[in-house]
């Protein structure tokens, strides 16, 4: 009676191992299978692992793995569930944690008095006693410890901005003029106020320069 369970216990236990066998070998066929798209005369597609019948249009949509293709991406899956565990159990960890009391916050250091805090505020100090930095540089050295003294300190200190350009336009060289109109080497038109005065198009008053050889003009 005892041979006789434990042949059944034997038989049952080789075939479960078979099973096991079998299902691997389908897994594993079907994760090496390439994928085809097939698509007849009238435009409707299906998708096969196997090749496509005669008349349709077939084009390879995934191409068939390699076993070390199917183990890396078995690897790779199995560590993006071991991070994503870890990240869970982080999680549970950090919301099961205690509050701090009313006592302990105010405890807290101020922002202000950190030693991060004083050290930007010593670099900023230090950039704007500078004297020998261009305008420019100057400034975006300034901007920066500023950045720092913000994100050290808690504040909100506004950047410096950049100043206005001032854009001089040169004075024209007129060329000729007739009874109404004064023209430049550059093709622009000026219209005659007097014969000692012109109005250029942008709203410049052009005056014509005295006790000079050669006639120029002032825009202002």
Not at 6 to 24: H, K
Not at 49 to 75: F, M, N, V, Y
Not at 124 to 132: G, K, L, Q
Not at 174 to 183: K, P
Request: hydrophobic share 35%; with cysteine.
């Amino acid at each position: 009676m005892a041979q006789t369970l434990l042949s059944v216990q034997e038989e049952t236990m080789r075939t479960s191992r078979l099973m096991g066998i079998a299902i691997c070998a389908v897994v594993m066929s079907a994760a090496q299978a390439q994928v085809h798209r097939c698509t007849n005369a009238a435009g409707q597609s299906i998708y096969t692992d196997a090749p496509c019948a005669e008349g349709h249009t077939s084009k390879l949509i995934e191409r068939q793995k390699s076993a070390a293709e199917i183990a890396q991406d078995r690897a790779n899956a199995d560590a993006a569930t071991d991070r994503k565990y870890r990240a869970q159990a982080a999680e549970r960890v950090q919301q099961d944690a205690p509050l701090p009391s009313p006592r302990q916050t105010s405890a807290q250091t101020p922002l202000a008095a950190t030693p991060a805090c004083k050290n930007a505020q010593k670099e900023v100090e230090f950039v704007s006693s500078i004297r020998t930095l261009p305008p420019d540089e100057k400034r975006v050295r300034t901007n920066a410890a500023i950045t720092n003294v913000n994100a050290a300190c808690g504040t909100n200190t506004p950047l410096m901005q950049e100043p206005p350009k001032v854009i001089v336009k040169a004075n024209p060289v007129i060329t000729h003029c007739d009874s109404g109109f004064c023209y430049d080497d550059a093709g622009a038109v000026y219209k005659k106020t007097n014969a000692d005065a012109i109005t250029a198009a942008d709203g410049r008053m052009c005056t014509k320069s005295a006790g000079k050889s050669t006639a120029s003009w002032h825009c202002s």
